[in-house]
């Protein structure tokens, strides 16, 4: 998998290795800014492409290729 950084993550395509929620294609909808000026970005907000349903998750997660692909497959 190619090296992952968080700005570069907005409307990026993801897919569950196994669903989540009965769900399996999600999109980056928000990349969350840290609070403090010039730290580091943490979180991401992932949108389900049917529901429309909105999880909160740390960004790193996505590199996890046991849980989740790189585009929709």
Aim: charged share 25%; proline share 4%; hydrophobic share 45%.
């Amino acid at each position: 998998m190619t090296a992952l950084h968080p700005k570069k993550l907005l409307l990026s395509k993801w897919t569950a290795v196994k669903p989540v929620g009965r769900q399996k294609h999600f999109l980056v909808t928000r990349v969350i800014e840290p609070a403090v000026e010039g730290g580091k970005v943490e979180w991401v907000e992932l949108e389900a492409v049917m529901t429309k349903k909105v999880r909160r998750m740390a960004w790193r997660e996505l590199q996890d290729t046991q849980v989740w692909q790189q585009g929709w497959q």
